[in-house]
């Protein structure tokens, strides 16, 4: 038997790309994202994503199409990532504090999720993050006795805690308490983690696996700025160099794990803003004329992946 395994990316507001990848898959293969894919993982906002295709509604057994999550991005990203001027002052531009309220992203997600806890989801979530208080890397998972009774709200909120962007999320799951941070800073791309649990959950199916990716950078960082930058100013360019880096070496080794079976759906932002709290309108309408493109460049990916 085969079975089908989904990862997506991080990338803040980017999530609108692999969110419209998903949609249009729903679309064509007329069923909900819970009913195609037997296991969604997810980093950042890939986690928002995952967790809202699988969360179960009223009546139906997923609360979220792939288009609501869209009208998530285009309803609420620039409430997420609210430009205060007396903030950008308080903070020194994100130097000094985090550069955005956490409460915002908090209210946000609780609209979206209200009381749904992991044990909740339509199928196996996995989403990832980092334990700054155990120094250890965390998958919460839906099915795992520890994280079952876990908010997805709080998941939410935990896999995408960027440094610089908004503050660690505490969270007790089971016997510990943890200080979460965003997954992406080790796993920015969770497709090789998708595949690991994948292999421990179906041991004895064939895996065939999606991995979605938020656009790729494009934008270069010369020499002659980054020789005379100090901490302060590496910090956000060096989050991207990671959750770049990390995204292309997750991609070549899931290439060599699975071959075929394995498709990597991904495209340079030529036009579109890499930073990920670009909410505004000229942006997400931007990033959705991406996300056209990359459709229109794997024409046949939908009928190769299900066939």
Known sequence: MTKRVLAIDGGGI?????????????????????????????????????????????????????????????????????????????????????????????????????????????????????????????????????????????????TSAAPTYFEPKPLDAGSTQHILIDGGIFMNSPSVSAYAEARKLFPQDEIKLLSLGTGELTRPIPYHQAKTWGSALWVISLLDCIFDGASKAADYQMRLFLGEDYQRLQIPLHYASDDMDDASKGNIRNLKQTAGELLANHPDFIDRFFS
């Open 14 to 158: 980017r999530g609108i790309i692999p969110a419209l990848v998903v949609a249009q898959i729903e679309r064509k293969m007329r069923k909900p994202a819970s009913e195609l894919f037997d296991l969604m993982v997810g980093t950042s906002t890939g986690g928002i994503l995952a967790l809202g295709l699988s969360r179960p509604g009223i009546g139906r057994p997923a609360q979220f199409s792939a288009r609501r999550v869209v009208k998530l991005y285009e309803d609420h990203g620039a409430t997420i990532f609210e430009h205060s001027l007396w903030r950008k002052l308080r903070t020194a531009g994100g130097i000094l504090e985090e550069a955005y309220s956490h409460e915002n992203l908090e209210a946000v997600l609780a609209h979206y999720f209200a009381d749904a806890t992991l044990q909740d989801c339509e199928l196996p979530i996995m989403v990832t993050s980092y334990d700054i208080h155990n120094r250890k890397t965390v998958f919460l998972k839906s099915w795992h006795s520890e994280h079952m009774k876990v908010f997805c709200r709080d998941a939410a909120r935990a």
